[in-house]
């Protein structure tokens, strides 16, 4: 079973700062998907980006990037100028791409504070 | 922009009583989880269907929990009788057949306070 570790329940920065958060996981597949969600207080979680296991180059959206490294199974989240609203838990997941095993299996979150 | 539907958003309930939760996917996604997220945890999968068919239910408790999407659309996720560590947020989420690469589109949840 794969599992996900995210070692950083809490994190703050200072608005326009950089923060990154850390995330590893455990699985045996050689591929699959990986992914940051953010969850807002009182809202629903969405996707901030995905990284493909097979793509070498890392996954970039606009402030956000990811710096994934295979062998070390390792997959942080980068957030570059940091926004008051980026204030949000942060929750690292794992994919299979197993027929009938597709489910997101989640890290246990960092909640980002921005400060002003 | 097409989201998934969850209801109700805020449920307390004592225990011992029944509750049931409702979810509507986005139009098309065949596949529908159904997760647990206890405070301060990720969420965990209770059961995914595809289509009407239970593809995972390994982590749902049976004997209290049951969950059906009899035409392979929305969804009920049923507990009873209730108790007091069953106070979580309930998510649903779904996902296409094919296209999303991965992603799952989530609800807002149901909060469920059991006293």
């Known amino acids: 079973a794969q599992t996900v570790t995210q070692s950083q329940p809490e994190m703050s920065v200072q608005e326009a700062e950089t923060v990154t958060l850390s995330c590893t996981y455990d699985t045996s597949e050689s591929d699959y998907y990986l992914f940051w969600y953010k969850q807002p207080p009182s809202r629903q979680m969405i996707l901030v980006i995905r990284q493909e296991a097979y793509k070498q180059q890392n996954a970039t959206e606009n402030r956000f990037s990811v710096n994934f490294q295979k062998a070390a199974k390792s997959f942080s989240l980068k957030i570059s100028d940091s926004q008051l609203g980026d204030a949000a838990m942060y929750f690292c997941a794992y994919r299979s791409l197993n027929f009938g095993n597709e489910k997101l299996t989640f890290g246990t979150g960092t909640r980002l504070t921005i400060i002003p | 922009e097409a989201e998934v539907a969850q209801s109700p958003r805020y449920k307390i309930t004592e225990k011992s009583q029944a509750v049931a939760f409702w979810c509507d996917p986005i139009?098309?996604?065949?596949?529908l989880y159904w997760y647990r997220q206890i405070l301060g945890q990720g969420p965990e999968l209770l059961v995914q269907f595809q289509d009407e068919s239970v593809v995972d239910d390994s982590q749902l408790p049976k004997d209290r929990f049951s969950a059906e999407r009899l035409k392979g659309v929305d969804s009920t996720l049923k507990i009873q009788p209730a108790e007091l560590g069953d106070s979580a947020m309930y998510l649903c989420?779904?996902?296409?057949?094919?296209?999303?690469?991965?992603?799952?589109?989530f609800g807002e949840g149901s909060r469920l306070t059991v006293l």
């Open positions: 139009s098309g996604h065949a596949t």
């Open positions: 989420a779904s996902s296409p057949r094919q296209g999303s690469l991965g992603e799952l589109f």
